[in-house]
């Protein structure tokens, strides 16, 4: 797991000593190409940080796979699920092989009780990146608007 030193999208507001407590509150994961790591609809409890390698995330609709984003090293994926209980919303697919971080919601509580003022920097970090994605499909969606897309 040293790969969590390269500090990269909400990662990268936190301290070595940070780091250092919230890796022992994660697990190492790797991945394959092609390797689903997340299945669309399945039940989630955990935060996941991509360390290294690219994956797609992909939603099944009207019999089709849609393309939703491709997440880099700095990204994380699980915030939908973790911070409002419920199914996932799409499919999370390895594009290369790579790492990931994975800290589980119990975990997460621990490392706020731990460490607060860094999770109120990590915290804050994924609300940036959350955001960031909303802005985006709000663009995709006025741009589906204003193509026709949806009004046919």
């Not at 992909?58 to 089709?64: S, V």
């Not at 860094?118 to 589906?144: F, Q």
Request: charged share 25%; hydrophobic share 40%.
């Amino acid at each position: 797991m040293e790969q969590i030193e390269k500090r990269r999208g909400p990662l990268r507001r936190l301290s070595d000593d940070d780091i250092r407590i919230l890796k022992e509150c994660s697990k190492p994961h790797s991945f394959k190409a092609d390797e689903i790591v997340l299945q669309q609809g399945q039940h989630n409890a955990s935060l996941f940080f991509v360390l290294d390698g690219v994956l797609h995330v992909r939603r099944h609709a009207e019999g089709q796979q849609v393309l939703l984003g491709r997440l880099e090293p700095g990204s994380f994926f699980g915030d939908i699920s973790l911070f409002d209980p419920g199914p996932t919303t799409a499919a999370v697919v390895g594009v290369s092989p790579g790492q990931l971080a994975e800290v589980e919601g119990v975990d997460l509580e621990r490392f706020i009780s731990v460490r607060p003022a860094a999770a109120a920097r990590l915290l804050h970090g994924l609300l940036a990146g959350m955001a960031d994605r909303l802005r985006r499909t709000d663009d995709r969606l006025v741009e589906a608007i204003f193509w026709g897309g949806l009004l046919r």
